[in-house]
């Protein structure tokens, strides 16, 4: 597709659960970034790829967190044990290799209950 | 830790006018300033950046101010137009790509 993709758009699960979060970054963006937004809060930076580099962790709030990206291309973001403080809109942006501007996708709303 | 600060969660101006949209940043490392608008239920998008060896970057109506010395910077839509009607935020990028974001703040451009 044209821009960045996540899926699912809405995610309601138990607390405890894990769960799932995809992102699909613009063909031939190497770099890949986590973001979560809380309620009333700005984006909150967890984690960023740049092609084969090791990741940047620092932003993860908790090692119930973690991500990973296949092939240079698609990520998924994984969230252990969720709890209700994991409730968020959680948005994946991409860029060029040395690009500074980050195109985002429309990001996934988690409710934990 | 907050990096960058928007002090206005909100802004009211009306069609035609000015809109200023207030930012501060406390990182001296910081290097590339951008604005981004947010509809509901979308992601951000990018409207207008600038460099921290220019102070002022102009795109249509849009135009960002830096003033470095006083880590500040603005961004003003003139005319304001209801479509304008979003929430903005401001980022600030150091030279390793590292993004912060401040808390946005939601502009209504009423008609």
């Known amino acids: 597709g044209a821009g960045v993709s996540q899926s699912p758009s809405n995610k309601v699960t138990e607390k405890g659960k894990d769960v799932e979060l995809r992102c699909d970054p613009i063909?031939?963006?190497?770099?890949l970034y986590w973001y979560r937004q809380s309620l009333g809060q700005g984006l909150e930076f967890l984690i960023y790829?740049?092609?084969?580099?090791?990741?940047?962790k620092s932003g993860l709030p908790s090692d119930r967190f973690s991500a990973e990206r296949t092939g240079g291309s698609v990520s998924t973001l994984t969230i252990q044990r969720t709890q209700q403080e994991d409730s968020a809109v959680y948005l994946c942006?991409?860029?060029?290799?040395?690009?500074?501007?980050?195109?985002f996708g429309a990001g996934t709303r988690l409710s934990v209950l | 830790d907050q990096q960058v600060k928007q002090n206005s969660p909100s802004l009211s101006v009306q069609e035609g006018r000015i809109s200023i949209l207030n930012c501060d940043y406390t990182?001296?490392?910081?290097?590339?300033f951008l604005w981004y608008k947010k509809y509901p239920a979308e992601g951000p998008t990018f409207l207008i950046s600038?460099?921290?060896?220019?102070d002022k970057n102009e795109d249509g109506r849009f135009t960002v101010f830096l003033n470095k010395s006083a880590k500040h910077l603005s961004l003003h839509i003139v005319p304001s137009q209801p479509g304008d009607s979003a929430v903005y935020f401001c980022?600030?990028?150091?030279?390793?790509?590292?993004?912060?974001f401040g808390a946005g703040t939601r502009l209504t451009v009423k008609p």
């Open positions: 990182n001296s490392m910081f290097d590339y």
């Open positions: 980022a600030a990028m150091n030279n390793n790509n590292d993004m912060r």
């Open positions: 790829f740049q092609g084969n580099s090791a990741p940047d």
């Open positions: 600038i460099s921290s060896i220019k």
């Open positions: 063909s031939g963006h190497t770099a």
């Open positions: 942006a991409s860029s060029l290799e040395q690009g500074r501007i980050q195109y």
